[in-house]
């Protein structure tokens, strides 16, 4: 059995982080020696929050966690990785067509590092309906989102609740 230490990656565009991705983070950070939260920089999606901003609301919402490290990266993921020394991509499922395209990724990164494994985590259920997109849209009509986003984010989108 190898006894070095493991290196991974959780990426998303994390817009606005939810408490189904701090699951699959807390699970994951139980795992690996080190996880990385990475944000994914795509010029071509428009997001609510600022890099700095969804930065900052990551790390507080997994400041409890000391092996997380969260950054942000344009670019490959896989080509981040192997500068990184990072072996491990944790990806999270919430339903049958998330397995669906994550099975894929999994295997277009297999097939550009196969060196790099994919780790896939079911979402707990009582998380698998939420999505950043869903929150955004829901929060527009007044909805009660405060069990599905940590504290600190639920305070930031109340703040752009009218941009949105």
């Not at 790099?116 to 829901?138: A, D, M, R």
């Amino acid at each position: 059995m190898n006894n070095r230490p493991i290196k991974a990656i959780f990426a998303g565009t994390f817009d606005p982080i939810t408490n189904g991705h701090v699951d699959i983070i807390e699970r994951a950070s139980k795992l690996f020696s080190e996880l990385q939260i990475g944000i994914l920089i795509n010029p071509n999606k428009k997001t609510l929050f600022t890099i700095e901003e969804r930065l900052d609301l990551i790390k507080k919402s997994t400041e409890h966690l000391d092996n997380v490290e969260v950054i942000f990266f344009e670019g490959l993921l896989i080509d981040y990785c192997r500068r990184n020394d990072i072996t491990v991509l944790v990806r999270g499922v919430r339903s049958s067509a998330d397995v669906s395209y994550e099975l894929q990724m999994a295997h277009m990164n297999k097939e550009l590092e196969d060196s790099i494994e994919t780790v896939i985590l079911p979402t707990n259920t009582k998380y698998s309906f939420i999505s950043s997109s869903l929150i955004k849209e829901v929060l527009n009509f007044d909805a009660n989102i405060d069990n599905l986003v940590p504290k600190c984010v639920l305070e930031e989108l109340k703040k752009k609740r009218n941009t949105l």
